[in-house]
C-alpha cells in the first residue's frame, strides 16, 4: 500500500510517500481503506523526535493517530461493525496517514460531516468527550476552556453548549468569530485572563478545560478554586503539581460515538482549516507544526 512514512526522526523533510507493509486487523478492530487522516499536535511531536524517549517508535513508521474511511476487513469479536461501512476513529499512537489502517475504537459517520471533517474528529472529540465525561454535569455550569479555538477545546466547547453550559472560550483574536459562531463568549489568552473572564462572568466561573500549549494551568485554578473541577489534556507536571486531573484520550468507542451523535444533531460540527493530499504529505506537517488552524491529509 501507499502510506506516508518517516525513516528517522526529524523535521518535516523527513516524510516520504512510499510503499509499505498492509496492516491486518486483528482481534477486537476493524480495518479501512482510509479517506483521510488529521495531523494532530501529538503526530508533530513524535514525527520531530520529542517524545521517542517515552514512546519510542518502531522506524520506518507511519505518522497519524486518526482516520476516517470503510471498513473492508473486520477482526475476531467485532459485532458493532461490519464491511462496507463508512467509521472514524483511532488507531495506534501512529501509523493512519497510509491506504490501510487498523482503528481500536470507532464510531459510525453522521451523515451531515464531509470526510475532512470525520477525520478531524477522532483524536479531537475523544479527547474532548473523556474531559466531559471527567468534569460531570455541566448543566447551568460555566465553563472556561483555555484553547476553544483548538481541534479539542472546540470540541469540548461543543460538548459542554449541549450540556447546557455556559462556555467562555479562549483563542487568538482572529478566531474570535469562530468561537461566537459556536456560541462560545471569546477572549484572549494571556496576561490578564482573570480580569477578562470576571468581567464575563461576574458570577463566577465552575470549570475549566487547559487544552493549549500555555502556562496557565495555575491561573485557570485560581479562578475556579477547585481541583476537582480543573483538567488539562496536556501538563502532567503541572497537573501533578497542583493536584489536578490529566485527562488524556482513550481508545474507548463509546466516546467516539457521544461525539457523533452530537454530530448528528447539528450540535458538533469537527474543525477543519486546510485540506492537503498525500503527496504534499511534508507541506501538511509543515503548516500543522507552525500555524493556527486543523490540517486533514485526504487519499487519493
Ligand atoms: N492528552 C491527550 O490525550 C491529548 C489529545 C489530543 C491533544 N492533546 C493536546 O492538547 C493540545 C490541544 O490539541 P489540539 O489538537 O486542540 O491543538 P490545536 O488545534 O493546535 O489547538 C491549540 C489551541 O491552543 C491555542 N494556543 C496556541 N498558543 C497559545 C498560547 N501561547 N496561549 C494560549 N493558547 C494558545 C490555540 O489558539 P489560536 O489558534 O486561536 O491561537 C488553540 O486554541 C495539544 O497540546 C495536544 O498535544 C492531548
Redo the contacts with the bound molecule.
Sequence with gaps: MRAARFHSYGAPGVLVVEDAPEPQAGEGSVRIKVHATSV???DV?LRAGHLAPFLPLTLPAVPGRDAVGVVDEVGAGVTDAHVGDTVFGLGGISDTTAEFAVLTAWSTVPEGWSTAQAAAAG??S??AA?VIDALGDLNGKTFLI?????????AAAAFALAAGATVIG???E??HPYLESLGVLATA??PGLAERVAALAPGGVDAALH????D?LPDLLSIVGDTSQVVT??DDQGAQQLGLR????RNDSALLRYAAALGREGLYTP?VDREFSLADIVEAHTL?ENA???VVVLQP
Design positions: 494532530n499536535p501529538i511531536l483524536l479531537a475523544a479527547t473523556a483555555e484553547g476553544a479555538s483548538g481541534a479539542v477545546g472546540s479562549t483563542g487568538r482572529s478566531n489568552y494571556g487544552s493549549a500549549p500555555s496557565s489534556v496536556i490529566k485527562i488524556d484520550a474543525r500543522a493556527s488552524g486543523k
